[in-house]
């Protein structure tokens, strides 16, 4: 566990809730992030994130501390973000939502990348951003999603494969 | 068409899983193989175009609304499913065990019958359990039964119950005088 994480986790389970603001704080952007890159949308991506925090708000007393605060973190993160996937799913976004200005190109590349990445199935989207955007190895991916590193490497080679054949007329 | 061995280590190539003298060997592969070549541009195209794409931050309030939210904010608790089972079962088995045990419809008792042969007659059965006739009854009868067998079975089949306990009632006088004497 990173030295300051695990600091701040002792602190909150000795009752100051303070720590818990600063790994808030810490993490809040981040978790964001994955959360948008995976629902590609934002009230979803708001939803989510709170959905995380409070979870972790409410189970950090009982979190082991031998295993590393961010994996943990990562896992409820990567957990909520599947099962919201499964209840709920998006309205379609269409093109003239976006802003006008924007050039024709990347409007339509935006929409490309969107339909590219919501057609991947739930779990090869998540080990492809978190390999992708948030640079994971696998080991450690792996151990954020509860599956070998064979597994995330397979979902990370199909996800790739998949994107290739979406994006093609892009390429 | 026959696809290029080095083609499966693109990823690692890419991802950069590569020890320094594979990397060494791929690339100068990649000099001479052109599918190899194209592959790594169209992947390395691909992470290209996704880069490209910005996530909007929310503004700085929405997380400190956040912060407080998160410590009051509640999260409907949905029972999963093998708790609900988990607590339900126990009830059920209760409650049937209850209606078992209060049902006051028809009850198994369990009737030593010695004669096999007459359990084997519904009607005799039936007799017994509704207690018109007793065991001792049937004892009597099944020593009749030996010997006028094998036509009571063709008698009782054509009577009705009445008529079989008249029946029964007349031969076991008979067989208590035919004791008496």
Redesign the interface.
């Known amino acids: 566990m990173n030295e300051e994480d695990s600091v701040l986790v002792k602190r909150f389970k000795l009752g100051e809730e303070k720590a818990f603001d600063l790994l808030f704080e810490r993490y809040q952007r981040v978790l964001y992030t994955i959360c948008y890159r995976y629902t590609r949308n934002e009230a979803d991506a708001r939803e989510l994130t709170q959905d995380i925090f409070i979870k972790v708000y409410r189970n950090l007393k009982k979190f082991n501390e031998k295993c590393k605060f961010f994996t943990w973190l990562y896992r409820i993160a990567v957990n909520t973000c599947l099962s919201f996937n499964k209840r709920k799913h998006r309205d379609e976004v269409g093109l003239g939502e976006y802003i006008p200005h924007q050039p024709e190109r990347d409007i339509l590349l935006k929409k490309a990348i969107e339909d590219a990445l919501e057609k991947l199935p739930g779990r090869q989207r998540m080990v492809f951003i978190l390999r992708h955007y948030q640079g994971y190895k696998f080991e450690e991916l792996a151990k954020i999603m509860n599956i070998s590193v064979g597994a995330a490497k397979a979902h990370h080679f199909q996800a790739l494969k998949k994107l290739r054949v979406f994006l093609k007329d892009w390429l | 068409m026959k696809r290029c061995r080095f083609n499966k280590r693109i990823?690692d190539y890419i991802?950069d899983?590569m020890t320094e003298q594979d990397r060494f060997a791929f690339e100068n592969h990649l000099k001479t193989c052109k599918d190899c070549e194209k592959e790594v541009s169209?992947?390395k195209?691909?992470?290209e175009?996704?880069d490209?794409?910005e996530?909007?931050?929310?503004s700085r309030e929405?997380?400190e609304g956040?912060?407080s939210?998160?410590?009051i904010?509640?999260?409907p608790y949905r029972l999963p499913f093998w708790k609900i089972f988990g607590i339900l079962a126990p009830v059920l088995g209760i409650i049937i065990f209850i209606i078992l045990f209060n049902q006051k419809g028809e009850r198994v008792i369990e009737i030593a019958v010695p004669i096999s042969n007459l359990t084997l007659d519904e009607d005799l059965n039936r007799l017994l359990l509704d207690k018109i006739i007793d065991e001792k009854i049937i004892n009597q009868f099944s020593v009749l039964e030996e010997y006028f067998a094998p036509d009571i079975e063709e008698y009782l089949e054509n009577m009705n119950k009445d008529e079989i306990k008249d029946l029964i009632e007349i031969i076991d006088g008979r067989y208590q005088r035919f004791l008496s004497t």
Do not use: G, T
Request: proline content about 8%; aromatic content about 12%.
């Open positions: 990823i991802e899983l169209q992947i195209k691909i992470y175009i996704l490209r794409e996530v909007p931050m929310p929405f997380f956040l912060k939210q998160i410590r904010k509640r999260i």
